[in-house]
């Protein structure tokens, strides 16, 4: 029955959280703890994982179900802090799968309000030694050894597995990140993540692990020939879209409302949509993942990504 109904863009249940920083909301993830409940369409009540049992490949592609398995490789969070952020770190694919039967965390983080004292911490300043960390770490002033960035509304960070980072201020921040709950907070698991912290300034790194892109949508914009078998997500930062996907044959369009705070993903079988505006000064950010060379595992840490187009 399943197989005869096409699959549509899908949104999903956020799931809220009042943390003692602000507020912590998990617009789409597949993360055990957290699985996001669709929120719209004849697949309405499922939950992600229930509907990657269902669909697998028609949902993520067929290159990432080989490599990703049932796990959704991404995930979108909105975060709106008003104090001090906690010291986070997260392992990367290899320490995860070994230690923990899980993803590792790379993330994306993209400025949506600033403060006037706004401020996000990545790095060290310089080398520091493990000692000082784990003395810092318990005493709650680890930022003192940390690279300060002033930030404005618009910045975008890629932290990369390994790397301290946090926030203070008032400041809005929208995540997109590997499906993972491994966010290691250093003054209570210092210990458990001294090993992989990486402690200098952080490298500039590219990320392999998904592509983020920034949409100013002004005017429609027309995604045809999806031929890279993969699926798509977006998170509204600003403004309001809606994503149309057009029947031509029954001569009906599918309309998915997006706006700032939510997200949506198109599945891989959805090769042609529109992304159209509703608002003045709509943004949205576009995830991805580049396609894998390995297929035939659920994850494996050490394959090298090969992006779309690589030789």
């Not at 590997?178 to 458990?192: C, H, I, P, Q, T």
């Amino acid at each position: 029955m399943s197989e005869e109904k096409k699959l549509y863009p899908m949104k999903f249940v956020p799931t809220a959280v009042n943390q003692a920083w602000g507020e912590d909301t998990i617009v789409f993830g597949d993360l055990g703890y957290v699985d996001s409940t669709v929120d719209n369409g004849w697949l309405g009540g499922n939950s992600i994982s229930e509907v990657m049992d269902m669909f697998m490949d028609r949902l993520t592609g067929e290159n990432a179900f080989g490599y990703y398995g049932r796990q959704f490789p991404t995930m979108m969070r909105m975060m709106d802090v008003k104090g001090d952020f906690p010291v986070l770190v997260c392992p990367d694919d290899k320490i995860a799968e070994q230690r923990y039967d899980a993803l590792g965390k790379a993330k994306y983080w993209y400025v949506t309000e600033a403060g006037a004292d706004a401020a996000v911490y990545i790095g060290f300043e310089k080398e520091v030694k493990s000692a000082d960390v784990y003395e810092a770490a318990g005493k709650g002033d680890l930022k003192k050894y940390m690279h300060r960035i002033p930030v404005k509304k618009g910045d975008a960070f890629f932290i990369a597995p390994g790397v301290a980072h946090s926030a203070s201020g008032k400041v809005g921040i929208a995540e997109i990140a590997e499906s993972s709950g491994l966010d290691f907070n250093l003054a209570e698991d210092v210990v458990e993540v001294l090993d992989f912290l990486k402690l200098g300034p952080a490298a500039e790194e590219k990320n392999k692990v998904f592509r983020v892109e920034l949409f100013d949508l002004k005017t429609p914009l027309r995604i045809s020939g999806n031929e890279s078998d993969y699926f798509v997500g977006y998170l509204c930062v600003s403004g309001k879209a809606a994503v149309e996907v057009r029947d031509t044959e029954a001569g009906t369009s599918d309309i998915c409302p997006v706006k700032k705070g939510e997200g949506v993903v198109i599945p891989a079988e959805v090769s042609d949509y529109a992304l159209v505006p509703e608002e003045e000064n709509t943004v949205l950010l576009e995830v991805t993942i580049p396609e894998y060379d390995q297929t035939d595992e659920y994850i494996n840490p050490d394959a090298e990504p090969t992006l779309p187009g690589e030789e």
